[in-house]
């Protein structure tokens, strides 16, 4: 897991270290680098989940989605800090989160392990801290909104997967719950591309469809799904909005 996560780490240092872009978009960042860096991880975790003792499953994909996603979003973050210590004190967390995000994954590959409930609600937190950085720094961006929504929704919907994973017993079925909440988070994204509003605002605007997507969803797998879950949802979603607009409007 160190060896793994100083590799990324210093994959991220050689990032920064490249020209900067012509202009300050997504696809004209050393998007190529950071998707290499997605995907070495990916392959660090399959080795790291085939050492576990317990592991008997035929694929690791599901284990792959939270450290890929979180390397591809933390890169891309790390290119919007300044120099100095800002960019630093960044880097130090996303090493720290990567490594946290590592040990969570192989910790969830037994469920009899006494840690497991820890780390599942541990990867949820992250899950949802992740999914919020993503729409941060894709609205950060001056990007085309339909790359921002393509890109935006995919992750979106392979990180609702990944959380449906502790309420069901086949991934297949909840496939289509991601797609939606996925197509909804890109739908969201694309709308409000439109808007002048801070990144921040809009992250907070599309949080919300992939809270309530995925919050929904894991009742209606786990068949506690029922009037007060619809007004317990409903309540907090109204909420989330009011304080979202005051806080767009405030910080205007």
């Known amino acids: 897991m160190s060896v793994l996560t100083?590799?990324?780490?210093?994959?991220?240092?050689v990032t920064r270290a490249l020209p900067a872009p012509a202009d300050d978009t997504v696809l004209s960042s050393p998007l190529l680098l950071q998707t290499l860096i997605a995907a070495f991880i990916g392959t660090g975790t399959d080795a790291l989940i085939r050492s576990h003792p317990r592991f008997a499953r035929r694929t690791t994909l599901i284990h792959w989605i939270a450290p890929?996603?979180?390397?591809?979003?933390?890169?891309?973050?790390?290119?919007?800090?300044?120099?100095g210590p800002a960019w630093w004190l960044g880097l130090s967390v996303s090493a720290l989160a990567l490594l946290l995000v590592l040990v969570t994954e192989y910790v969830l590959v037994c469920p009899e392990d006494a840690r497991y409930d820890l780390a599942v609600l541990t990867l949820t937190g992250?899950?949802?801290?992740?999914?919020?950085?993503?729409?941060?720094?894709?609205?950060?961006?001056?990007?085309?909104?339909?790359?921002?929504?393509?890109?935006?929704?995919?992750?979106a919907a392979a990180l609702a997967w990944r959380l449906f994973a502790f309420s069901v017993q086949s991934l297949r079925q909840a496939a289509l719950y991601a797609l939606i909440i996925?197509?909804?988070?890109?739908?969201t994204l694309w709308a409000i591309s439109y808007w002048r509003v801070s990144a921040t605002g809009a992250a907070l605007v599309t949080m919300l469809p992939f809270y309530l997507g995925v919050?929904?969803?894991?009742?209606?797998?786990?068949?506690?799904?029922?009037?007060?879950?619809?007004?317990?949802?409903?309540?907090?979603?109204?909420?989330w909005l009011i304080l979202t607009f005051l806080y767009i409007y405030g910080a205007n």
Do not use: K
Request: aromatic share 8%; glycine share 12%; with cysteine.
């Open 68 to 83: 890929a996603s979180m390397a591809l979003v933390l890169g891309a973050g790390l290119q919007l800090l300044p120099d």
């Open 6 to 13: 100083a590799v990324i780490v210093l994959a991220y240092v």
């Open 126 to 155: 992250l899950t949802y801290a992740l999914a919020l950085l993503l729409f941060i720094t894709l609205n950060a961006y001056t990007t085309p909104g339909l790359i921002s929504a393509l890109i935006g929704g995919g992750v």
């Open 182 to 187: 996925g197509l909804t988070c890109a739908e």
């Open 215 to 239: 919050g929904l969803s894991r009742q209606q797998f786990t068949g506690t799904l029922s009037a007060r879950i619809w007004l317990e949802f409903s309540v907090v979603g109204a909420i």
